[in-house]
DNA sequence: CTAGAAGGCTAATACCATTAGCCAACCGCG
DNA sequence: CGCGGTTGGCTAATGGTATTAGCCTTCTAG
């Protein structure tokens, strides 16, 4: 190989940095080849185009989700294990919640596979209740929708005041727990 | 008024069809034009820029929602209402899923507005468990969250096949109403 | 009938992604 | 030690996009 240089992860960490800072509009080539301190073109020497670049970028972010809510999972099981899912989910959105929004754009495929190791830790989560094989799936897309859609919310600050916005959680995390226990 | 010609409203419908035809990535002012029959600098006589648009566009669709769950909680009460507000929901995504995905993007002001009058109808659904005010603000929360969430995950096709997937959100229904029931 | 505004146009600018083609540095091999 | 190929950078060029400036026509109000 020629001058030391750039990796296709470091591109990918750049793109996070960028992501971090100015959201996920910000994500531009010219953006990520100005922080490289290189010429725009050169990045297509370790990423085939944007796209390629939002894909990566996207799957990276839905497998940290993914390593943070299979710890907070591992060892618990019934609602304990639902409950810890709901909180480390939104912990890390609340954390990141520009990578949470930029996890949303453009669903390309090869986000299917990160996609589906999530919802093996959701179907970890739940299998305490002793759900067949049906009901856990519908189980686990009950739970996701609802993780999910607190977390769009939340992170696009589409909620009024952010106060209280740990009672309103606690509650759909009692909703959801009740209504797995009674079913 | 010089030629009659292009309107506001005229150019939001043509982006409107724009969304349905080709998603929210083909939302673009030459596209508009070009529907429209004009050169693109003429669309800023009607529209302040393509940030404008969007929001316009945005507000357009969510108040379309907006119409149609309201109309469905009209006349009902409790469960009922919650679930027929859940179903209206998710019956104008299954009916216009470009048009959902669209109203996501830019979370920009403005939309803020028609978000509270959703919130009022979502309000209005959950009056009869005779929660406090708060506990109406956090009931909602939760609804929305899981409404928005199921929603976004299909029109986006997170989920694996289509079919069956009435059955969860039937769950979801459920799990929801007898939360609230038994709270 | 006339003045002015409304709404169209062309031309120009700037930024972005992307492609093509060139060049230098580094590597492993003899 | 040197030499060739690969790797990774560069500049230049293209095309699509939004946006601004400034002109010109047409309608309409008075």
Redesign the pocket.
């Known amino acids: ?7 296709r992860d470091a591109v990918v960490e750049i793109a996070l940095g960028l992501v971090d800072d100015e959201g996920e509009r910000g994500l ?4 990520v080849a100005g922080r490289a301190g ?5 990045l ?3 990423v085939r ?3 390629e670049l939002r894909e990566l970028v996207s799957i990276r972010i839905m497998n940290e989700l993914a390593d943070e809510a299979g710890a907070a999972v591992l060892g618990r099981s019934g609602d304990e294990a639902v409950r810890a899912l709901m909180r480390s989910w939104r912990t890390y959105v609340v954390r990141h919640p520009r990578r949470y929004s930029a996890m949303l754009q453009v669903p390309h495929p090869g986000l299917a596979e990160a996609g589906s190791r999530l919802l093996g830790i959701v179907l970890a989560a739940l299998r305490a209740y002793g759900l067949g094989d049906s009901g856990a799936i519908h189980a686990a897309r009950c739970l996701r929708a609802a993780m999910h859609g607190f977390s769009v919310l939340e992170a696009e600050g589409a909620f009024g005041l952010p106060e209280k916005l740990d009672e309103s959680y606690d509650l759909l995390i009692d909703m959801l727990t009740s209504g797995l226990g009674t079913d």
Chains 1, 2 share one sequence.
């Open positions: 190989m020629a001058r030391a240089a750039l990796s531009t080539l010219s953006a290189v010429a725009t073109p050169s297509y020497k370790h185009n944007l796209a």
